[in-house]
């Protein structure tokens, strides 16, 4: 193998880094393949096809939205085969073409398939088809992403238990499906095999379903997710077996001792980073207590002409993260002497479930913890003329702000299109536009959902 000018290690959102700006560079990507597929997590198994199936899963609940409404519809069939193929039908061809273009459409650029290691400074071995090769380089980027965790139970391993890595590829649907976890993954899940007529359990740790949302977010999700879903809190798994067909989960919760059957189980308590694949530690590469590659506001590594980013080494685990991330990156190769840095004050995110959840900046519980000076607006969905319209009864957007300043502090929302409603108070927050200059300093298009925003933010007690 020559030596490279730049080796990228991961194909999610390294694969955009090298761009006409690299023309006279050689590069070379390194990829193992996710399930066998190229681009790694947010186009085969993350983002993207949860969405796709998501909005399927939404619209499977017309029915019973429009029964309020006066509207009876029947859902007659979801057809499982038809919408997995539907969207992996597109997702693939994408995943292909990505690869191809790398490995073929450059003549700069060498895609290296397999997985690799680090074997030394700048030194990366990769086993894969082609034998074993050892790329060096002046520069590396890490994007080796992460994994889903697997619980220590005891026989989690006979079980065949699905990750998110493999659940959107069943054959068939289950009757019954047992989620482990009450987190992004499983509530996103839980609200798409629910909607296509799956019974769910989901089993939490906790006494709450998405505890680290806002305080009265997540009450509110766990009140709705348990009028849904068969919701056991509080529980410990015990150990876990397959009988006839069935996965027998047994747990113990605060009435002693029980046990779930399904005949799936999916297991979504959280991602790994890649560090131990790439054996970050051969590579000269710090990391943090959580295993992620320790970055600068830069995102160089403890070593020289390292950068990584993403999930191996982010504390966001978000591909508009990933992405920002990638494009600092790619400035600080091409200009060394004038680094950017990344910017992670307002980083917002979506949960897709049902309702839909979307949030940046402060908690109520991190404003009190962090000892901040704050008011909260409530504005139910309810009140809004939009809401009469939907007959909604449970959405809200809560907002904090500075008393004293009306700047925006955080601002959360559960219910329809939460992250679309959301987006305008990101950019409030990162423009600095105060409550009041945003609410009255524009107009707001009536009888719209974004009035649920407007009024949220003239219904904050300032000073
Ligand atoms: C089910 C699910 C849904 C999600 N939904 C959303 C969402 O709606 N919105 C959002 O913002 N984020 C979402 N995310 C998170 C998002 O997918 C990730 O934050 C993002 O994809 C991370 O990108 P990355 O480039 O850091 O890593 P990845 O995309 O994981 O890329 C890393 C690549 O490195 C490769 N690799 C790793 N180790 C090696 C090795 N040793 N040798 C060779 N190659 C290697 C991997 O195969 C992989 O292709 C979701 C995640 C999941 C799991
Ligand atoms: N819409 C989105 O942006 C989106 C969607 C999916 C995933 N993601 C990203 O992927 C990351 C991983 O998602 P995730 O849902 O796997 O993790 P998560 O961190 O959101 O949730 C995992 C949950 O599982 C719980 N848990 C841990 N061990 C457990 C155990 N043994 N039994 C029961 N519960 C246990 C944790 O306490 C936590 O509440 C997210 O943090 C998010 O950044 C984003």
Redesign the pocket.
């Given at each position: 193998m020559p030596h490279f000018d730049l080796v990228i290690?991961?194909?999610?959102?390294?694969n955009s880094i090298r761009d006409e700006r690299f023309a006279d560079w050689n590069v070379a990507v390194?990829?193992?393949?996710?399930e066998g597929s190229y681009?790694?997590?947010?186009l085969n198994?993350?983002?993207i096809p949860?969405?796709m199936f998501v909005h399927t899963a939404d619209v499977t609940s017309t029915p019973s939205s429009g029964t309020k409404l006066g509207v009876d519809l029947e859902l007659r069939d979801a057809r499982w085969r038809d919408i997995r193929d539907r969207i992996f039908g597109r997702i693939d061809a994408i995943s292909e073409g990505g690869r191809r273009y790398r490995a073929e459409g450059e003549p700069t650029v060498t895609l290296v398939e397999?997985?690799?290691?680090f074997t030394g400074v700048k030194e990366f071995t990769?086993d894969g088809a082609d034998g074993r090769q050892v790329l060096t380089a002046d520069r590396f980027v890490v994007?080796?992403?992460?994994r889903?965790v697997i619980p220590d139970i005891p026989g989690i391993e006979s079980v065949g238990a699905h990750t998110?890595d493999t659940v959107m590829r069943l054959e068939s649907l289950p009757p019954r499906m047992i989620i482990l976890g009450t987190g992004?993954?499983a509530t996103?899940f839980a609200h798409v095999f629910s909607g296509l007529g799956v019974d769910v359990t989901l089993i939490g740790r906790s006494g709450r379903v998405l505890r680290a949302q806002d305080e009265d977010v997540s009450a509110r999700f766990t009140e709705l997710a348990e009028q849904r879903w068969d919701v056991r809190l509080d529980r410990k798994e015990l150990d876990v077996e397959r009988v006839d067909g069935v996965t027998r989960l047994h747990l113990d919760g605060p009435d002693g001792p029980e046990v779930v059957e399904a005949e799936e189980l999916l297991v979504a308590i959280g991602?790994r980073p890649?560090t131990d694949?790439?054996d970050s530690a051969a590579g000269g590469l710090d990391t943090a207590a959580d295993g992620k590659i320790t970055v600068d506001a830069t995102q160089r590594t403890s070593v020289d002409g390292v950068w990584a980013?993403?999930?191996?080494s982010?504390a966001f685990?978000?591909?508009?993260?990933?992405n920002h991330e990638m494009r600092v990156v790619q400035h600080n190769l091409l200009h060394p002497d004038e680094p950017i840095e990344s910017d992670h004050r307002f980083v917002p995110?979506?949960v897709?479930s049902s309702p839909q959840i979307a949030s940046v900046g402060l908690t109520e519980q991190q404003a009190r913890e962090h000892g901040v000076r704050y008011v909260t607006k409530i504005q139910d969905y309810g009140d809004i003329a939009y809401g009469w319209a939907m007959e909604d009864t449970t959405g809200f957007a809560k907002l904090l702000a500075d008393p004293a300043t009306g700047k925006i502090l955080g601002a959360h929302i559960i219910g329809a299109q939460a992250p679309t409603l959301l987006q305008p108070l990101v950019q409030a927050m990162e423009f600095d536009i105060d409550a009041r200059r945003m609410a009255r300093g524009q107009y707001w298009i009536h009888p719209a959902m974004p009035e649920l925003v407007e009024n949220a933010l003239l219904g904050l007690p300032l000073d």
């Amino acid at each position: 193998m020559p030596h490279f000018d730049l080796v990228i290690i991961g194909s999610g959102s390294g694969n955009s880094i090298r761009d006409e700006r690299f023309a006279d560079w050689n590069v070379a990507v390194v990829e193992k393949g996710i399930e066998g597929s190229y681009g790694g997590t947010c186009l085969n198994v993350g983002c993207i096809p949860t969405k796709m199936f998501v909005h399927t899963a939404d619209v499977t609940s017309t029915p019973s939205s429009g029964t309020k409404l006066g509207v009876d519809l029947e859902l007659r069939d979801a057809r499982w085969r038809d919408i997995r193929d539907r969207i992996f039908g597109r997702i693939d061809a994408i995943s292909e073409g990505g690869r191809r273009y790398r490995a073929e459409g450059e003549p700069t650029v060498t895609l290296v398939e397999g997985q690799g290691r680090f074997t030394g400074v700048k030194e990366f071995t990769v086993d894969g088809a082609d034998g074993r090769q050892v790329l060096t380089a002046d520069r590396f980027v890490v994007a080796a992403g992460g994994r889903p965790v697997i619980p220590d139970i005891p026989g989690i391993e006979s079980v065949g238990a699905h990750t998110s890595d493999t659940v959107m590829r069943l054959e068939s649907l289950p009757p019954r499906m047992i989620i482990l976890g009450t987190g992004f993954v499983a509530t996103e899940f839980a609200h798409v095999f629910s909607g296509l007529g799956v019974d769910v359990t989901l089993i939490g740790r906790s006494g709450r379903v998405l505890r680290a949302q806002d305080e009265d977010v997540s009450a509110r999700f766990t009140e709705l997710a348990e009028q849904r879903w068969d919701v056991r809190l509080d529980r410990k798994e015990l150990d876990v077996e397959r009988v006839d067909g069935v996965t027998r989960l047994h747990l113990d919760g605060p009435d002693g001792p029980e046990v779930v059957e399904a005949e799936e189980l999916l297991v979504a308590i959280g991602r790994r980073p890649n560090t131990d694949l790439i054996d970050s530690a051969a590579g000269g590469l710090d990391t943090a207590a959580d295993g992620k590659i320790t970055v600068d506001a830069t995102q160089r590594t403890s070593v020289d002409g390292v950068w990584a980013l993403g999930d191996v080494s982010s504390a966001f685990e978000l591909k508009h993260v990933a992405n920002h991330e990638m494009r600092v990156v790619q400035h600080n190769l091409l200009h060394p002497d004038e680094p950017i840095e990344s910017d992670h004050r307002f980083v917002p995110h979506a949960v897709f479930s049902s309702p839909q959840i979307a949030s940046v900046g402060l908690t109520e519980q991190q404003a009190r913890e962090h000892g901040v000076r704050y008011v909260t607006k409530i504005q139910d969905y309810g009140d809004i003329a939009y809401g009469w319209a939907m007959e909604d009864t449970t959405g809200f957007a809560k907002l904090l702000a500075d008393p004293a300043t009306g700047k925006i502090l955080g601002a959360h929302i559960i219910g329809a299109q939460a992250p679309t409603l959301l987006q305008p108070l990101v950019q409030a927050m990162e423009f600095d536009i105060d409550a009041r200059r945003m609410a009255r300093g524009q107009y707001w298009i009536h009888p719209a959902m974004p009035e649920l925003v407007e009024n949220a933010l003239l219904g904050l007690p300032l000073d």
